[in-house]
Nanobody, 123 residues
């Protein structure tokens, strides 16, 4: 099992910043791809950012230029730096990991999920 624990969420005003962290067990050799997902109240879950084992990153269009995903293998931690936050970014944010390349490539759901951390952005 891979254990994921998010932290760093909170309430901020529009234009503010937050940095989310995800502590991961067996991070350096267990994960093919990791990502940050979010789910707003009453809405479907969406992926906002991802990073593969070669440090190639990807972002959904709505957060490009504002969010940055990164990883620190020495600390077994995944980060999501969120700048210029908007009320539309309000959601529960989840860290997730794929340990299976097949599951990632074929579009399956991530193999492991964290418990989530709430981000609330006010106008």
């Amino acid at each position: 099992q891979v254990d994921l624990v998010e932290s760093g969420g909170g309430s901020v005003q529009a234009g503010g910043s937050l940095r989310l962290s995800c502590a991961v067990s067996k991070y350096t050799y267990s994960n093919y791809y990791m990502g940050w997902f979010r789910q707003a109240l009453g809405k479907e879950r969406e992926e906002v950012a991802g990073i593969d084992r070669h440090s190639i990153t990807d972002y959904t269009e709505s957060v490009k230029g504002r969010f940055t995903i990164s990883q620190d293998n020495a600390k077994n931690t995944l980060y999501l730096q969120m700048n210029s936050l908007k009320p539309e970014d309000t959601a529960m944010y989840y860290c997730a990991a794929y340990v299976s390349a097949y599951d990632f490539v074929t579009g399956r759901s991530p193999n492991y999920w964290g418990q989530g951390t709430q981000v609330t952005v006010s106008s």
